[in-house]
């Protein structure tokens, strides 16, 4: 057997429905016309599954600030932030968003998901317990396989469960961080985290909160589910994306 043949069967299954006229992963489109409607197969078409929540990725000023940000700084920073790619900009970028959730500090990465990947595996390692949601984002997941910590699962949207293994692991407690998302990408049910604070605080753990689909979108400032809960002050960690609401 070698290297490539488990992957027949999805090539064969992809190669049907491709002899059908079905995509078979994703769809092309010719064009972006506007955050709702797109070009595909010649046709104008509702992007009903887009991220783009805010509609920002074809706002005025959004599209002028990209351009003027291409003609001042060109097209990459050629560079890694701890080498010669840290830019005033991401400096500036990490101040203002500190200034907006109140917190002390705020490091930009590339992605959402490598801000998930980044932050779990420097937090936490050997010795330390990450307890997660079991509808977890993947990133979640990976960056906890990266951490090299203890990973237990509690149901999903279960206080009760997550009090129940927190109570378990004792004094343990103090070294574990427990991980939710604002809202869950998969489903769009909301994280119940007043509860899920009062059970953090009682036993004495951490808290992060993955706010990509919920930043822009929930709470009076817009600053995700957290503020919505009013449980902004027991929130120790926060993850969030531009890729989403904010439209870059």
């Known amino acids: 057997m070698s290297l490539f043949d488990k992957f027949q069967p999805i090539a064969a299954a992809r190669q049907a429905l491709a002899d059908s006229g079905v995509a078979s992963i994703n769809v092309v489109m010719e064009r972006v ?10 046709r ?6 887009t991220n783009n929540y805010l509609g920002l990725t074809f706002h005025p000023e959004c599209v002028e600030a990209a351009c003027r940000a291409l003609r001042e700084e060109g097209t990459g920073t050629t560079g890694s932030r701890a080498a010669n790619g840290n830019y005033d900009g991401h400096v500036a970028l990490e101040r203002e968003l500190a200034d907006f959730f109140g917190v002390r500090s705020v490091i930009v990465f590339s992605t959402g998901y490598v801000a998930n990947l980044g932050m779990i595996s420097t937090l936490t390692g050997p010795g330390d317990v990450l307890l997660i949601d079991a509808d977890s984002h993947a990133s979640i997941y990976d960056g906890c396989r990266l951490s090299g910590a203890e990973v237990i ?6 206080p009760a469960d997550l009090d129940k293994r927190l109570r378990r692991l004792g004094e343990r407690a103090a070294r574990t961080i427990v991980i939710v998302e604002g809202i869950y990408s998969m489903f769009g049910d909301r994280a119940p985290l007043a509860e899920i604070a009062a059970v953090k605080r009682r036993h004495g753990a951490y808290l992060l909160v993955d706010e990509a689909h919920s930043l822009g979108v929930l709470g009076d400032h817009g600053r995700g589910r957290a503020e919505e809960a009013g449980v902004e002050a027991d929130v120790d960690f926060i993850i969030g994306t531009f890729s989403k609401s904010l439209g870059a």
């Open 33 to 42: 016309l506007s955050p709702t409607e797109a070009l595909i197969n010649g």
């Open 44 to 49: 104008r078409t509702i992007l009903a599954g």
């Open 153 to 158: 699962r509690f149901r999903h949207n279960d």
